[in-house]
C-alpha cells in the first residue's frame, strides 16, 4: 500500500473546488461528447457477451495433430456419436453465450458438404457422407439460445488453387456458402496463416474482398483477425490480455497474419489507436486446440481457468474458450465438469456487491444533473452512467460502507458506447492511524470491464480515483469477496511417474558437454536458451521403455524455440535410431505449450537426441527456448 501521491491530491482538490454545487434534476444537461473511435452497436453487443466456446473439430480430432497437412484420407474423419446438441447444451450450462466452429482448418477440410472442395464430409466415413456438422451446430445454437460463429483459415493445405490468384475468389465463394446457409453468424473468425514455409507455398489473401462478402451476407457480423477489423487477436494464446488494455489499434499498414503488429502490441492495443478494435482472448481448456486422448489429464484446473478469467474478461476482452470435442463427436465428460466447476467458481467470486449497501458520492457529477448521479454505477441499466464535467480530468468517488467489510475484488466498466477515456485508477483505503488514503490497488485502463484482484482487505471507507484522457464516463463498479479457489488438480500422471527417476538423469550436447539441469529439474518456471543449435541429449541413467519425448519451450511467444527438429534414440549413445526426420511442432509460435513426440512403439532405450533444425526467430541468433524436456513413460 502506498499513499496517494500530493499531485493527485492537488488535482483533485482543485476538481472540487471546480464542481461545489448541488446535484439538480435539471435534465438538458448535454451528454459528454464521444472521445475517439467508438464501437459499433455490434461490436457493443458482442463486447457483452463476454464469455463464449471455441470448437476446433475435423480431422486432426482423429490423426491426433495440432496441423494436419490436408493429404489425409478424408475418411479418418467419422465421429461415432456426433451431438453438437450436446455441444450447446455444454456451453449454455456453462454460462457462455455463443459457440464458433472451426468450419474449416488449416487442412482444408470442410465440416459441410463445400461445393467448393473435394475435401469435406461429403467426402467422409461419416453419415455416409450425407452429414453436415455446420448445419447440426447452427441448429442446435438456435435451440439453446447461442449465437453461432465460424471459424474459416484461409490458409488450406488441399485446394489445389491455394498460392494462385484464383484461390481468393473460391475463398470467397467457400465465405459465401457457410455465411448464407446457415443463419445469422455473430462472429467470422480469420486465422491469418499464410502457407507453409516448409513448402514454401503463399498466397496474397485479397483481405478486401473477404471483409465485402463478409458484409454482403453478415452484415452485423463481427470480423476478427490479428487487425479486426472487428475485434483482435490479443497476441497469445495463453490466456493473458495486457494489464493495459485499450481498445483502440493503428492498422495502417498491417494485415492479419505475417504482417501483424507485434504481439505486445495486441496485447495492449495502441493508446491513440485509429480503429475501435477489441480484444478477444483465445484459449484452450486442453494444452492443444484439437482433442487429444493424451491430453484428457491435461485440462488447465479451475484456478488456472478462473486466472484466466481475471486476465480477459476482467482485462478488457472477451474469452473464447476452446473446448475440443472427442472422436465420438461429443465434449469429453471431465472438460464438461470443469467447465461447469469454472462457471460456479465465477458466480460465486461476483455473487454479492458489497457496494449494493454502500454510500457513494462523487467529487464531481456532471453539471450537477441527476441524469448523470453516481448512483447509476450500482443500478442495472446499461445506458445510465455517471459523467463529469468536460473540465474534469481526474476526479474520484468516496465509498462509505454501512460497516467494514472484507473483500478481495474491484470491478469497474467504462460505458464504452462514449469511447474508452480511463488512464488510470486506484481503489484506496482510509488509513485512520496516518489520517491519509492509502492506495489498495491500481490500474491503467479500464475500458468495457476491469477486475482487480488482490488480498484480502478489511476496510469501510474506501475512496475510487480515476484519471482520464476525457471526462470519464464509468456505469458500474462492484467490491467483492471472492472464495479462494485451490487448484487441487492433477496436471498430468506422466509427470509423477518421472518424478522418481529424475535423479538419475543429465542432458549433454555434442561430444558430452554436459548442460545445465534447469531443463530436467521438473520445473517449468526454470528456462534456459541454448545457443548455436546444439542438440540436446538426455541420458536416462537407464534403459527405460519410452513411450515418447516432450519438449517444452519457454512459454513467451517472443521467445525462440524449436520448430523444426530430429528426434533419435540410443541404447549406449553411440549408435541412434532416428525417431523423427525434420519433423514440424506445429503452432509452436502461437502456442509454445508442451510439444509430444509420441513413438509407434516403447523403445527399451538410455537416450534420447534431441536435434534442433530450425527455429521459430532465425533472427535471435539460432538460439532456442528450453523449460524442460521430458521423457514419456
Ligand atoms: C491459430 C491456428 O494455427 C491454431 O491451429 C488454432 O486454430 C488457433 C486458434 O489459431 O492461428
Redesign the pocket.
Known sequence: MRNTCFSFALRLALAVFASLGALSSCASVDPPQPYGPLPTEHQLRWQQMEYYM?V?FGP?TFTDV??GDGKEDPRVFNPTALDCRQWAATAQAAGMKGIIL?AK??DGFCLWPSLHSTHTVRESAWKDGQGDVLKELSDACREYGLAFGV?L?P?DQNHPAYGTPGYNQIFANTLTEVLSGYGPVFEQ?F???NGDAHKGKRQDYDWNLFHQTVYAHQPQAVIFSDVGPGCR?MGN?RGVAGETNWSRLDVQGFEPGAGAPPSDTLTTGNVGGEAWIPAET?V?IRP???YSPHTDDQLKSVARLVDIYHTSVGRNSNLLL?VPPNRQGRIHPTDSARLMDFRRAVEESFAHNLLDAATLSALNTRGGSQKYNVAHLLDDVYHRYWATDDSVAATAIEILLPEAATFNRFLLQEYIPLGQRVSYFALESWDESAAAWSVISEGTTVGYKRILRFPRIKAQRLRLVVEALAPPVLNRIGLYDAPDVYDDTRQDANLDLVEALRTKWSVASHGGVLLPSVMIDGDLRTTIVVGGMEPLILNLGERLALRGFAYVPDDKTTASHIVRYNLAVSVDGKQWKEVKRSAVF??IK??PIRQDVRFDKPAFVQFVRLEPLETTQPDQGNTYSVAEIIPIL
Open positions: 471455441f476446433h486432426n495440432e496441423w472451426t482448418h488449416h471459424y483459415s490458409w473468425w486465422d491469418g496463416a487477436w494464446e483465445d484452450s492443444g486446440w484439437f476452446n506445429h503452432n502461437n502456442n
